[in-house]
């Protein structure tokens, strides 16, 4: 079946009776078991997507910033100039933090769809 046969389905009961009269080989062939981890963040049968070495790296640096400024903000003078700058700067590595992973979830989601799936199934593992 082509994509196009996709296109003029609109609604979930209509998707769903699409999906009722298909075969098993399209469905297996079509279709990925997204599991959703602690350790790794997705896995999905023969593909797990991790974050990268430099990421973790990263990532780890931040935290570890964020931790040290932190404790340095406890120490200064509520209202100061000095501790506004430090918060902006927790508030920098926060930022960092976040762009990561928006970064891995951006390359991991682009993955996904760039395959030959077209249904996707999510599981969140514990």
């Known amino acids: 079946m082509s994509s196009s ?18 075969t098993r080989e399209y469905l297996e ?5 997204i599991d959703r981890g602690v350790t790794i963040p997705v896995h999905s049968g023969e593909a797990t997507f ?5 990421q973790k790296k990263k990532m780890a640096k931040s935290e ?3 931790r040290r400024l932190q ?3 406890a120490r200064q003078q509520k ?4 501790r506004q700058r430090t918060k902006n700067r927790v508030a920098d590595y926060h930022a960092k933090k976040a ?14 769809v760039d395959s030959e ?3 996707f199934s999510w599981r969140v593992v514990h």
Not at 9 to 14: D, G, H
Not at 79 to 82: A, K, L, P, V, W
Not at 105 to 112: I, P, Y
Request: hydrophobic share 30%.
């Open 99 to 112: 762009n990561i992973r928006n970064d891995f979830a951006h390359k991991t989601s682009r993955s996904l």
């Open 79 to 82: 209202g100061s100039n000095r």
């Open 64 to 66: 570890h910033y964020i």
């Open 29 to 33: 062939k079509y279709t990925i078991g």
């Open 5 to 22: 046969v996709l296109t003029g389905i609109s609604t979930n009961e209509e998707h769903l009776e699409f999906l009722k009269g298909v």
């Open 50 to 54: 991790d974050f990268s070495d430099a």
């Open 71 to 73: 404790r340095r903000m």
């Open 117 to 119: 799936a077209r249904y």
